[in-house]
């Protein structure tokens, strides 16, 4: 047999067998998934050997062989006018970042590279609104990878708290450190060496600092392309499965303008954050419209809706609209008028939070100096809120008594003996993370009229309320010293924002307590903002 033949009975047995079912990914958006472990080097970005493009054509076969014409752009003149319109868009109406700013101004390619890698990982998952003042803090504390690098752990921390997902700043800075001790101080200059070398780096970060700082032709796709993209070709099925993520990233590939390719990244993600949002879209401001099938979509809908079209009216669809195209809307999900362009994409469910909680203490004593001190423990270097410091806390138990005794013996390991009969209930908070709702029973425990406690074990300290509120503690821990403070003599601390319920048992609140109490149990807040799709 020939070689040529060979291959073509290997294809064709290939194509007859039956397509595996595409299972959701788990990521809301492309930097959540860059977190947890390094993507696949893009097809487009990485130069195959000859062996490699022939292990690849069975794939693109069957890939191609499900995908209508419909749902591509099909001609240079089709990407020539949606660069060109996207483009002359963004530069009219692109939002002034102090991150776009330190990218234009900047001349050292180093400086410029870290600066769009702080503004990549901080976003997200995180709102353009928070990040803007902890980015300018950032880089006013630590303007070049060598100061990051020279940092202490605690002290990125400390800053990061309060931004969420506190593994980002971490491995930020283990980042910063390998370019200044095994790089030589230099960035990688592509997406495929930066994602190969840095730690935390995935394909959209590596392709955002690509682009951006380096000039590099490379597309990316995070929650507002990709809701872009799914809109102006049709693409209505699940955009974290396989499928559906290949294909997005090989149209950001086509459509990156080679001359501005970060202008063009970043127009594409503002389009997304500001006009083709994920839900009331502004349709009438978007200057890619005429391009998008989304909209030519609900058009078509709207007149033979209105039965002003009869017959077979004269406008494109997909041609393999049938069930059998996987980037149309699912057949279990059909066309609802109602939704109009958002009905592209179509998210799978989301998987809800795990529930688990816990019992966490507030001890204070008095000061040395005067006024008091609160104990602090830290967390240990991996897991959630890695390193991060907290109140002694253990997991919950089924009944008070055994509740009590497990807490009182963490206390004890950390300050010693301790008077039993002052440990208080005094509520709970409720706390949300990216993928745990975490309950904390909060209880407090004041040492008074006795010798304060000066040497504790390492992993903990003693801190001051003032120093409290600066270090690397938590939002979640804030919340739970709200509780405490709300429950000292003569306070009444409780409020919306304190987002906690207290128990009927405790001494009786004011009246407005009593009021926001009631209105406002239970009341659940998040950690961290929606989907990078909201991000910029």
């Not at 980002?168 to 283990?174: A, D, M």
């Not at 799914?230 to 997005?248: F, K």
């Not at 592209?344 to 989301?350: L, N």
């Not at 809120?385 to 138990?397: C, H, I, Q, R």
């Amino acid at each position: 047999m020939t070689p040529l033949v060979s291959r073509l009975s290997r294809l064709w047995a290939i194509m007859r067998k039956p397509r595996a079912a595409v299972g959701s990914g788990h990521r809301r958006q492309a930097a959540s998934q860059e977190g947890r472990q390094k993507h696949a080097k893009s097809n487009s970005q990485a130069k195959p050997s000859a062996c490699d493009g022939l292990a690849r054509q069975p794939e693109e076969v069957v890939l191609q062989a499900s995908v209508s014409p419909y749902h591509l752009f099909r001609d240079v003149a089709e990407v020539t006018a949606f660069r060109r319109s996207l483009l002359s868009w963004y530069d009219q109406e692109k939002r002034d970042l102090p991150w776009r700013r330190r990218a234009e101004d900047e001349v050292d390619p180093d400086r410029r590279a870290y600066a769009v890698w702080v503004s990549e990982v901080m976003l997200q998952q995180t709102q353009v609104a928070t990040v803007i003042n902890y980015y300018t803090g950032w880089m006013q504390k630590w303007p070049t990878l060598q100061d990051l690098a020279s940092a202490s752990l605690e002290e990125v921390n400390q800053l990061w708290a309060g931004l969420g997902y506190y593994s980002r700043g971490r491995r930020l800075q283990e980042g910063a450190r390998k370019v200044v001790e095994e790089l030589g101080g230099h960035m990688p200059r592509t997406a495929e060496t930066l994602q190969q070398l840095l730690p935390g780096v995935g394909r959209y970060t590596a392709g955002a600092i690509a682009s951006i700082a380096f000039g590099q032709a490379t597309g990316v796709v995070d929650g507002n392309v990709a809701r872009v993209l799914c809109r102006v070709r049709a693409i209505g099925a699940d955009p974290s499965s396989t499928l559906v993520s290949q294909r997005l990233w090989g149209l950001a590939q086509q459509l990156v303008d080679p001359a501005r390719p970060g202008d063009f990244n970043q127009a594409a993600m503002e389009l997304g954050a500001t006009v083709c949002t994920p839900q009331r879209p502004l349709c009438s401001q978007c200057p890619v419209q005429s391009l998008c099938r989304a909209r030519q979509r609900v058009e078509r809908e709207q007149l033979l809706a209105s039965r002003s079209l009869s017959g077979n009216p004269d406008v494109e669809e997909c041609a393999l609209n049938t069930g059998q195209c996987q980037l149309c809307l699912p057949a279990s999900e059909p066309w609802d008028q109602t939704l109009g362009v958002v009905n592209f994409p179509r998210k799978a469910s989301r998987k809800p939070p795990r529930e688990e909680s816990s019992a966490t203490c507030v001890l204070e004593q008095p000061g040395a100096l005067g006024g008091t001190q609160i104990l602090l423990v830290q967390r240990p270097n991996s897991g959630l809120l890695a390193g991060l410091w907290e109140f002694p806390s253990v997991t919950w138990e089924p009944s008070e008594q055994l509740q009590r005794k497990a807490l009182l013996q963490e206390l004890q390991r950390w300050a010693g003996p301790l008077p039993v009969t002052r440990l208080r209930h005094l509520g709970e908070v409720v706390h949300t993370f990216s993928h745990i709702k975490l309950t904390y029973q909060v209880y407090g425990l004041a040492l008074e009229g006795q010798t304060p406690v000066t040497t504790v074990p390492a992993g903990a300290r003693w801190l001051t309320q003032e120093e409290f509120h600066t270090a690397a503690v938590s939002t979640a821990m804030k919340k739970v010293f709200r509780v405490y403070q709300g429950q000292q003599p003569g306070t009444c601390k409780g409020s919306k924002r304190s987002q906690v319920s207290s128990p009927c048992s405790r001494k009786k609140p004011c009246v407005g307590q009593q009021v926001l109490d009631n209105f406002f149990r239970p009341h659940i807040s998040t950690d961290a903002s929606n989907l990078n799709s909201a991000a910029q």
